[in-house]
C-alpha cells in the first residue's frame, strides 16, 4: 500500500519501531502543519492508507471526495470527531481508531498532560518564560513569582489527568478543591478531597484552575464567561484539556478585564495556530503552549505502534477496531 503520514510535525514516526514493520509498502511521511483541504489532497494523491496524529487537522468530505484511492484511515488515540465519518464510509474508507496509548503493566496516556500541567502552573506563577528571556537580553531578576504553598488549586473535573494533577497539588501544601458531575465528586471525596459547596464558590475560592473534563457536546462552552468574571485577579487558569471547554472568546475577554488575572493554555479552537493570529499569544499575562499535553517521545511511539497494527491488519484482509463497518461493506461493493 501507499500510505501517508502525516502532520507528525516532529519527525517522530521514521524513528520508532513501528516504521520498520512497514517494510514493504510505500510510506510518505508529511511533517508540514497545513490544514486546507485542497493542498493536502494534492501531497495525498495516490496514497489508499493514512495514518493521522490525534485531531491535528480536521479530515472533512471535501478532503475525503478528492482521495479516490484512499481506502483506510488509521487514526491514533480513540476520538475521531474530526473526521466525517458520514463521507468516510460513503466513499469505502474505513476508519480505526486505537485506545489510549497504555503503558506496559497497565495505566494510560495521562502522564504526559499532568506534567505539562504543572509545567505550565509553576513557569507561569514563577514568570520562567519572561525572566529566560530577559535574562538573555542581560536584564537580572525584574519579577516576583508567587509560590503555590498554601494556595487553592481548582480541579475541574477529577479524572485520568485531574486526580494526579490534584496529589501533586496536595503534595505541594496546596488546598485541593474540586467541582464536576456526581461521579467525578464522589471519587474526589473518597480520595479525601474537598468539592466545592457550589460551583459559585469554586470559581471564587481557586488560585490555580485546571480543567480536566472531556471535550464533546455536552461540556463544549462549559467554562462561561460570568464564571470567568468570579475568579480572583491573582488567579491563573490552566486549560490542558481542550480549548472549546470554555466559552468562544471568553478567556480573552476575561483575561482584558483582569479576571482571571492569567492563563496557560496548550489548546486552541482551530490548531495548529500559526505566526501570531490568535489574541492569546500577544497577551502579556497569558503563557502559551503548541498542545505539548500528549507530544512525548515515549507516547507517540506507543500511539503509532497502535496505528501500525490497524494498518497491517487491514492489508492482510483482517481489519480491526474499525468504527464505521459500513465502509468496509461500500468498499466490497465497489470492486463487485
Same mark, same amino acid.
Given at each position: 500500500m501507499k500510505i501517508g503520514v502525516i502532520h507528525d510535525y516532529a519527525d517522530v514516526f521514521r524513528q520508532t519501531?513501528?516504521?520498520?514493520?512497514?517494510?514493504?509498502?510505500?510510506?510518505?511521511?508529511?511533517?508540514?502543519?497545513?490544514?486546507? &483541504?485542497?493542498?493536502?489532497?494534492?501531497?495525498?494523491?495516490?496514497?489508499?492508507?493514512l495514518v493521522l496524529t490525534q485531531q491535528r487537522v480536521r479530515f472533512p468530505r471535501a478532503l475525503v471526495e478528492r482521495l479516490p484511492q484512499l481506502r483506510f484511515i488509521s487514526q491514533t488515540?480513540?476520538?475521531?470527531?474530526?473526521?466525517?465519518?458520514?463521507?468516510?464510509?460513503?466513499?469505502?474508507?474505513?476508519?480505526?481508531?486505537?485506545?489510549?496509548? &497504555?503503558?506496559?503493566?497497565?495505566?494510560?496516556?495521562?502522564?504526559?498532560?499532568?506534567?505539562?500541567?504543572?509545567?505550565?502552573?509553576?513557569?507561569?506563577?514563577?514568570?520562567?518564560?519572561?525572566?529566560?528571556?530577559?535574562?538573555?537580553?542581560?536584564h537580572w531578576q525584574s519579577t516576583v513569582g508567587t509560590s503555590v504553598f498554601g494556595k487553592t488549586l481548582g480541579i475541574y473535573a477529577y479524572g485520568h489527568i485531574g486526580k494526579p494533577v490534584a496529589q501533586v497539588g496536595?503534595?505541594?501544601? !496546596?488546598?485541593?478543591?474540586?467541582?464536576?458531575?456526581?461521579?467525578?465528586?464522589?471519587?474526589?471525596?473518597?480520595?479525601?478531597?474537598?468539592?466545592?459547596?457550589?460551583?459559585e464558590a469554586f470559581f471564587e475560592s481557586v488560585d490555580v484552575l485546571s480543567l480536566h473534563l472531556a471535550s464533546n457536546a455536552q461540556t463544549r462552552g462549559i467554562v462561561t464567561a460570568a464564571d470567568l468574571a468570579r475568579m480572583k485577579t491573582t488567579a491563573?487558569?490552566?486549560?490542558?484539556?481542550?480549548?472549546?471547554l470554555i466559552a468562544e472568546g471568553a478567556l480573552v475577554a476575561a483575561l482584558e478585564n483582569g479576571r482571571p488575572g492569567f492563563a496557560a493554555v496548550d489548546v486552541f479552537e482551530n490548531e495548529p495556530?500559526?505566526?501570531a493570529?490568535?489574541?492569546?499569544?500577544? !497577551?502579556?499575562?497569558?503563557?502559551?503552549?503548541?498542545?505539548?499535553?500528549?507530544n512525548d517521545?515515549?507516547?507517540?511511539?506507543?500511539?503509532?505502534?497502535?496505528?501500525?497494527?490497524?494498518?497491517?491488519?487491514?492489508?492482510?484482509?483482517?481489519?480491526?477496531?474499525?468504527?464505521?463497518p459500513e465502509a468496509l461493506r461500500n468498499s466490497a461493493a465497489k470492486k463487485e
Amino acid at each position: 500500500m501507499k500510505i501517508g503520514v502525516i502532520h507528525d510535525y516532529a519527525d517522530v514516526f521514521r524513528q520508532t519501531a513501528a516504521f520498520a514493520r512497514l517494510r514493504g509498502h510505500e510510506v510518505e511521511i508529511h511533517t508540514g502543519a497545513e490544514t486546507d &483541504p485542497a493542498r493536502l489532497a494534492g501531497y495525498l494523491a495516490g496514497c489508499e492508507a493514512l495514518v493521522l496524529t490525534q485531531q491535528r487537522v480536521r479530515f472533512p468530505r471535501a478532503l475525503v471526495e478528492r482521495l479516490p484511492q484512499l481506502r483506510f484511515i488509521s487514526q491514533t488515540g480513540r476520538n475521531a470527531y474530526h473526521i466525517d465519518l458520514q463521507a468516510c464510509s460513503e466513499h469505502g474508507v474505513a476508519v480505526s481508531v486505537g485506545g489510549t496509548a &497504555p503503558r506496559a503493566g497497565g495505566g494510560g496516556n495521562f502522564s504526559a498532560t499532568v506534567e505539562l500541567t504543572w509545567a505550565l502552573i509553576l513557569s507561569a506563577l514563577h514568570h520562567v518564560p519572561y525572566e529566560v528571556q530577559r535574562l538573555k537580553q542581560g536584564h537580572w531578576q525584574s519579577t516576583v513569582g508567587t509560590s503555590v504553598f498554601g494556595k487553592t488549586l481548582g480541579i475541574y473535573a477529577y479524572g485520568h489527568i485531574g486526580k494526579p494533577v490534584a496529589q501533586v497539588g496536595r503534595a505541594f501544601g !496546596m488546598k485541593v478543591v474540586c467541582w464536576g458531575r456526581e461521579g467525578s465528586s464522589a471519587a474526589a471525596r473518597a480520595d479525601g478531597f474537598a468539592i466545592a459547596p457550589s460551583r459559585e464558590a469554586f470559581f471564587e475560592s481557586v488560585d490555580v484552575l485546571s480543567l480536566h473534563l472531556a471535550s464533546n457536546a455536552q461540556t463544549r462552552g462549559i467554562v462561561t464567561a460570568a464564571d470567568l468574571a468570579r475568579m480572583k485577579t491573582t488567579a491563573l487558569l490552566v486549560n490542558t484539556s481542550r480549548a472549546p471547554l470554555i466559552a468562544e472568546g471568553a478567556l480573552v475577554a476575561a483575561l482584558e478585564n483582569g479576571r482571571p488575572g492569567f492563563a496557560a493554555v496548550d489548546v486552541f479552537e482551530n490548531e495548529p495556530v500559526l505566526g501570531a493570529s490568535h489574541p492569546l499569544l500577544a !497577551m502579556k499575562n497569558a503563557l502559551c503552549t503548541p498542545h505539548l499535553g500528549y507530544n512525548d517521545r515515549d507516547t507517540l511511539a506507543r500511539f503509532y505502534e497502535q496505528a501500525v497494527d490497524q494498518l497491517l491488519a487491514f492489508a492482510a484482509g483482517e481489519p480491526i477496531n474499525v468504527i464505521n463497518p459500513e465502509a468496509l461493506r461500500n468498499s466490497a461493493a465497489k470492486k463487485e
